[in-house]
């Protein structure tokens, strides 16, 4: 059965920190592993990770992936007020996901 | 469409009556997934459609829960004799083929009192 697995659930910072929110997989047929924000309803794509050792950028917001060790991350440096949400990673057929992490940013 | 649309956004309902619940994906995208998403849980899966057809409905939570798929475009998840624990947050999203990336709908809030 595939699994997701994040850490840590829950995470409160002040503006401006950097944070690192973890993601190890345990899935059949890996092609590629999600991260999404979720803040009102609906999750909004993130990055989408294929490749081992190489990193994806959106501004702040980093995430590499690696595949020997099944696991991801997903770096947020100078946190913002706005960067609270629910950060979700997926992967595996059926796009399995793990439980979130609950990020605080205070001001 | 620009995004994918989902309705309606809320729904409240008594214990037993049946819903419908509707998904629009974006035009062109093949897959359509539903998930449901209880208050502090994570996604949970129920389903998804490769054009018209479901290869696995494996998540569907009990015989109460259904969906269809028409024309390789719109969805609607059916609900029967709802209870309690249904009440959630159903969320579609679609994809331009199976396992390429999601893009979720806004979601429907369904209560069941």
């Known amino acids: 059965e595939d699994k997701v697995v994040q850490s840590p659930l829950s995470l409160v910072v002040h503006e401006g920190d950097t944070v690192t929110l973890n993601c190890s997989y345990e899935v059949t047929n890996f092609r590629s592993l999600l991260w999404y924000k979720q803040e009102k309803k609906a999750p909004t794509f993130l990055f989408m990770l294929t490749s081992s050792g190489i990193e994806k950028k959106s501004g702040r917001l980093s995430s590499i992936l690696d595949k020997k060790e099944l696991f991801s991350i997903l770096n947020i440096t100078a946190t913002q007020t706005g960067d609270s949400a629910v950060y979700l990673c997926?992967?595996?057929?059926?796009?399995?996901f793990g439980a979130g992490t609950i990020l605080r940013v205070k001001s | 469409g620009a995004g994918v649309s989902q309705s309606p956004s809320n729904k409240v309902t008594e214990k037993g009556k049946d819903v419908e619940l509707r998904c629009d994906p974006i035009s062109g995208h093949t897959a359509l997934y539903w998930y449901r998403q209880s208050l502090g849980q994570g996604l949970e899966f129920l389903i998804y459609f490769q054009g018209n057809s479901a290869p696995d409905k494996s998540g569907l939570p009990s015989d109460r829960f259904s969906a269809e798929r028409t024309g390789g475009s719109v969805s609607t998840l059916t609900i029967q004799r709802t209870q309690q624990e249904d009440s959630a947050v159903y969320l579609c999203?679609?994809?331009?083929?199976?396992?390429?990336?999601?893009?979720f709908g806004p979601g429907t809030r369904l209560l069941v009192l």
């Open positions: 997926a992967g595996g057929n059926k796009l399995v």
């Open positions: 999203a679609s994809s331009t083929r199976f396992q390429e990336t999601q893009y």
